[in-house]
């Protein structure tokens, strides 16, 4: 993984339901124990920073226009950058984030339909860096999973938020445009299929993680 900062980040994505929060602290976990003199620090979007929460929880139940929308996420996502991410990764320390820029095109865009032109000029505008570089996680691990498997497992949990209450068909294209998103850009991604057992998805977990290199 190359990095143009001391700080490896990586983010964790996929639809409501594929599974990925079951895995993401043993994976930090595992790498604060590959990297000991390295802090690993797990955060979320929307959220992360007080303002980033705040947000979030109109973000997931609150009904707005599109782009209001849109713009809320990056607003959010802004400010987590400043706030935790940047410095983190500053100080060298390895950052894993539940969600990033991917979620916002699969969600906001394949989803809900905006335009992905908008998405991109908004990707440019918060994350650019001041050497000319764009903030994009090292490393993101996508939880692959048919929209109809992962409505099933969704129906098992807690209240749904607004998003998950969403038609199958708006999930097979938020789906859609995040493998969109991995086929762009194949070096950054790495394919989990989520419709294997939390046992099997976490043996292919791990042996990522014994594969991930970073510079001590």
Avoid: C
């Amino acid at each position: 993984m190359k990095s143009n900062s001391p700080g490896i980040f990586i983010s964790f994505e996929g639809i409501d339901g594929a599974g990925k929060s079951t895995h993401i602290e043993r994976f930090a976990q595992l790498l604060q124990e590959r990297y000991p003199n390295r802090e690993v620090i797990i955060s979320r979007e929307p959220g992360g920073t007080p303002l980033g929460e705040r947000l979030r929880g109109l973000l997931l139940d609150a009904p707005m226009n599109l782009e209001t929308e849109a713009l809320l996420m990056f607003a959010a996502r802004r400010e987590h950058i400043a706030q935790v991410i940047e410095p983190a990764l500053q100080a060298g320390k390895i950052v894993i984030s539940d969600r990033f820029t991917d979620a916002s095109f699969a969600y906001q865009g394949g989803g809900r339909g905006l335009s992905l032109s908008k998405l991109n000029d908004l990707e440019k505008w918060v994350q650019s860096r001041p050497d000319g570089s764009l903030l994009q996680p090292n490393l993101t691990i996508l939880f692959d999973l048919p929209g109809e498997i992962a409505q099933s497992r969704r129906s098992k949990v807690r209240a749904p938020d607004k998003f998950e209450k969403m038609d199958l068909n708006f999930f097979e294209k938020v789906r859609q445009e995040y493998l969109r998103r991995s086929q762009e850009d194949p070096d950054r991604f790495y394919l989990v299929d989520a419709t294997r057992t939390p046992e099997v998805i976490w043996d292919d977990l791990n042996a990522l993680g014994q594969k991930v290199q970073i510079d001590v």
